[in-house]
């Protein structure tokens, strides 16, 4: 379960910067090379480990960012074990006070007694780092401690479970937040070890295990977010430490003892020397990026303290290397137009000729403008209506061009010509148009490989519009070069009416508006910052709506129906209004719910869509209410700070205050059991050459099933039924998306590995409530089995895509395709193959039944049977095999 993380410039160099500090030895009365009693100095922990009873008392979680203790859902038991390094209080001291603080970051079964036992033999810590929320642990590495394991594989407890004192040094209880034990136990457990430290072999944490379930998690000595990891405060008189000034690589001067100096890479200056004047030789500069925009060239320790983001020694400030800061909220919200037909009327029948140029527009009020690609000149393209029924059809020319009016050759944007896609057409810009949530046939789908240069244009594609009112969504789809494609501009809404929606009465005309959704990072000459090579992840600085930075909308004091897309590459959203008016959700991505689900915010992964009911009614004029985003990137992760996305000015205007309906539509159940098959599709990447991502970065691939674009194994039969399981073997979440179908997510499930098997543990959770309806894209989390039920319906035979909609990851091998097979004639029950039954429904038609002699007893034995069915159905060629 290895993945690699992106790269992360700044809070990466910060949590350095931080967990340097933290080794730090800090006095309480600090004050030069004086050094009063008494003392106190804070150690966070050098090795923390789970203990997992089950899984044979084989797993463990070494380097993960969590432990954990007490017992579990399943009823097994978790132990934690936690050490610390006391090598900076010197010999002979006489400890006052300890007190050790953890954070719990979740827990079961309300608050419940943790108490603190001294270990009493030592104990390893490996490199094993389970997926997910770690509750099931990894497979044990060399050094590992586990249930029977002092250090895998050969050293073992003398009783499984951790050699422990079983007199208790602390008790402390919780279920949530920070905890804190202290007192004597702890004291004696601390002078113990100061006067043997061969003795100190930490603590194990013991849960309730006499219920069940108890388990909590805490935040580890390696969690991302410094502060929450575990703290060791002790007090105590005596001697001095023996600390003095340390010079760490970065150039920084700390006060540390010897032994933590080296273990930062420094060089220790000797017993009680300061750090004022540092005697540490000047570090090399850089240009360092501040929070408020400026550049100052500084060493990359004084960055860092500024918060600032360094980018390199030797980096100069001239021409600044740094991005634009921007004003949020000074640009209006602009709305998508219409798209006008060629022929037909636009929300009904039509056939339009889109074009696809190049063109230069300002994406802010302070930036210059910046090239873009885009449908009919826009950016985001104008709205696609359609109207259930009714048809359209549509010419898609690229007519990308130079400044010199001449065909464009090359990209905009560097294309990493290594991936599949631009390892056959090269950086040439070429396009090909999909219509994502549309149920159309394969040649109007927008074949990957189908993408065309400059000068050309596709096929006349059909969209039959055969599906129900829906938000979806039309976007590029080229092999290999979706992401860089999309970036440019690439993506409109394509907007689907029905009568059902019209009988509603949700807020329409200026009420009824799209918001597409999208981040990305601009330099300051307006340019699309990008990086050369692939890369795991794109987490754009600025977010755009409707392709401008951080615009604002005036409101009336009404409802709205927005209609969000999710367009990013890569960034995940959690939508909430600052004011704290709850979000009314009315649909999921291809169809209406059953009925408005209330939630105080909403999650969309790339791809995803909901319409939302916002209401402004009440709010006084004047005010403002900030559309905001709270998910982390990558997604999941720890959170981050909230990063905006708009703003609603609220006028006195009034608006539209009719109240919502309370239902809907109705969604049939599903039946589970009517699925003909279940395919399983493994998520993780796999060692590969040509991965992209520069020099020295791993070659490790996205895939689905280890598999690639070429490798196509699924056949579904037209007509049928099947659940699609993914099942996450990564630490990121998948918005996992099928092409042609729309599905209901049925479960998701904890999963263990043995061996190679994937074991389910644990129960099946539930879909969210805005997750019930009609969906083409699914959040597969890490850790989990996400199972959906699709029904391959309709008449469009031939190969489709499905893949991660984190366009990054669909430029790698995570996209596949599926080959959509003719339903089977004869088959009238839908199960695939021609049977008994058919048989019978079929007979029965033309009033073929009964005793003997019957008509349709093609092989005169008196019945009607398999046998007569076979034979009568292949005269007519129609076999299913
Ligand atoms: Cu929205 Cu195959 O994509
Ligand atoms: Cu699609
Ligand atoms: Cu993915």
């Not at 804070?42 to 923390?48: I, S």
């Not at 249930?147 to 009783?159: D, E, L």
């Not at 918005?735 to 904890?750: A, G, I, N, T, Y």
Request: negative net charge; proline residues 9%.
């Amino acid at each position: 379960m290895n993945t690699t993380r992106p790269r992360r410039t700044c809070p990466d160099g910060l949590h350095v910067a931080l967990r340097i500090f933290a080794w730090v030895v800090v006095f309480s009365a600090a004050s030069g090379s004086v050094l009063a009693q008494p003392q106190s100095i804070t150690a966070v922990a050098t090795h923390d480990a789970t203990l997992y009873e089950d899984s044979g008392g084989l797993a463990a979680n070494g380097s993960g960012s969590y432990l954990f203790a007490g017992k579990t859902d399943g009823a097994v038991v978790r132990r934690g074990l936690i050490r610390f390094d006391l090598s900076a209080i010197p010999p002979g001291a006489t400890i006052t006070g300890v007190t050790l603080t953890m954070n719990i970051s979740r827990g079961r079964g309300g608050t419940q007694t943790i108490t603190l036992h001294r270990a009493l033999a030592s104990w390893g810590e490996g490199a094993s780092d389970a997926a997910g929320e770690e509750g099931i642990g990894d497979v044990s590495q060399s050094g590992d401690v586990t249930w029977i394991h002092r250090f895998y594989p050969g050293t073992f407890w003398a009783t499984p479970g951790g050699d422990f004192a079983p007199a208790v040094s602390a008790t402390s209880s919780g279920n949530s937040g920070p905890i804190s034990w202290s007192g004597s136990g702890l004291i004696a457990d601390a002078q113990a070890w100061i006067n043997d430290p061969a003795s100190n072999f930490g603590w194990l944490i013991k849960g309730n295990e006499s219920s069940d379930p108890t388990a909590k998690r805490f935040d580890s000595r390696t969690f991302a977010t410094v502060s929450r990891r575990p703290t060791l405060t002790i007090n105590y008189n005596g001697p001095a430490p023996l600390v003095g000034a340390c010079c760490l690589p970065s150039g920084a001067c700390v006060t540390t003892s010897s032994g933590a100096c080296a273990l930062q890479g420094g060089t220790f200056q000797g017993v009680g020397v300061a750090c004022a004047p540092s005697p540490c030789p000047p570090a090399p500069t850089g240009a360092c990026c501040l929070p408020d925009g400026s550049c100052s060239t500084l060493a990359q320790f004084q960055c860092e303290q500024q918060g600032g983001t360094y980018l390199g020694n030797g980096i100069s400030c001239s021409p600044t290397p740094c991005p634009p800061v921007l004003m949020p909220f000074v640009d209006p919200l602009p709305i998508p137009p219409v798209a006008q037909p060629t022929s037909g009327v636009a929300g009904g029948a039509a056939h339009y000729d889109i074009e696809i140029t190049r063109f230069q527009r300002k994406l802010h009020r302070d930036l210059p403008p910046t090239t873009l690609w885009g449908y009919e000149g826009m950016y985001p393209g104008p709205t696609i209506l359609a109207r259930s029924g009714q048809p359209i059809t549509v010419t898609w020319m690229n007519n990308l061009r130079d400044a010199q009016g001449a065909l464009l050759a090359t990209h905009d944007l560097p294309v990493e010509t290594c991936l599949h896609g631009p390892s056959i057409f090269g950086s040439a810009p070429v396009v090909v148009t999909h219509l994502h949530g549309g149920q159309v046939p394969a040649d109007s789908d927008g074949y990957p490989e189908s993408a065309f240069p400059p000068g050309q244009s596709s096929n006349l594609y059909t969209y039959p519009n055969e599906q129900r009112a829906a938000t979806i969504w039309y976007h590029d789809h080229a092999l290999g070069i979706t992401r860089l494609n999309v970036l440019m501009g690439l993506a409109g809404a394509y907007v689907i009416q029905d009568a059902v929606d019209d009988a509603l009465n949700l807020p329409r005309g200026i009420y009824d508006l799209p918001l597409i959704i999208q981040d990305r990072s601009l330099n300051r000459d307006g340019t699309f910052d990008y990086p050369a090579g692939w890369q795991e992840e794109y987490a754009g600085r600025f977010n755009l709506v409707n392709g401008v930075v951080w615009p604002y909308l005036d409101v009336h004091q009404g409802k709205y129906r927005f209609r969000v897309v999710n367009g990013s590459n890569s960034r995940t959203y959690t939508l909430s209004l600052s004011n704290g008016r709850p979000l009314s959700q009315i649909s999921s991505d291809a169809g209406l719910l059953s009925f408005p689900f209330v939630q105080p915010s909403i999650t969309l992964m790339p791809g995803e869509r909901a319409d939302l009911i916002v209401d402004f009614a009440g709010l006084n004029p004047g005010s403002v209410v900030v559309l905001r985003n709270t998910a982390p990137a990558p997604f999941p992760g720890e959170p981050t700070d909230p990063q905006d996305v708009m703003r609603f000015n609220v006028t006195s205007t009034p608006g539209d205050t009719d109240a919502v309906p309370a239902s809907l539509t109705s969604l049939p159940p599903i039946n589970a059991s009517e699925a003909l098959v279940e395919r399983s599709f493994v998520l993780r990447k796999i060692p590969m050459q040509c991965a992209g991502g520069g020099p020295g970065a791993p070659f490790e691939m996205w895939t689905i099933n280890d598999l690639l674009w070429d490798d196509i194994t699924e056949s579904p039969r037209l007509g049928t039924s099947e659940i699609w399981s993914f099942i996450n073997r990564s630490n990121v979440s998948h918005p996992m998306h099928m092409h042609l179908v729309h599905f209901r997510v049925l479960d998701r499930q904890e999963f263990m590995v043995q061996g190679d098997e994937i074991v389910p543990t644990g129960p099946r959770l539930l879909p969210l409530s805005g997750e019930a309806g009609w969906k083409d894209t699914v959040n597969a989390p890490p850790a989990l089995i996400t199972r959906v039920f699709v029904r391959f319906d309709g008449s469009f035979t031939g190969l489709f895509p499905y893949h991660c909609h984190v366009l990054e990851h669909e430029d790698h091998e995570m996209m596949r395709q599926f080959r959509a097979r003719a339903r089977c004639p004869g088959d009238s029950n839908d199960d695939g193959t021609v049977n008994f039954a058919d048989i019978t429904t079929t007979l029965a038609h033309f009033g073929m039944s009964g005793p003997r002699g019957v008509v349709g007893d093609a092989n005169l034995n008196g019945l009607v049977d398999f046998g007569d069915i076979t034979t009568v159905l292949s005269q007519f060629g129609m076999s299913c095999n």
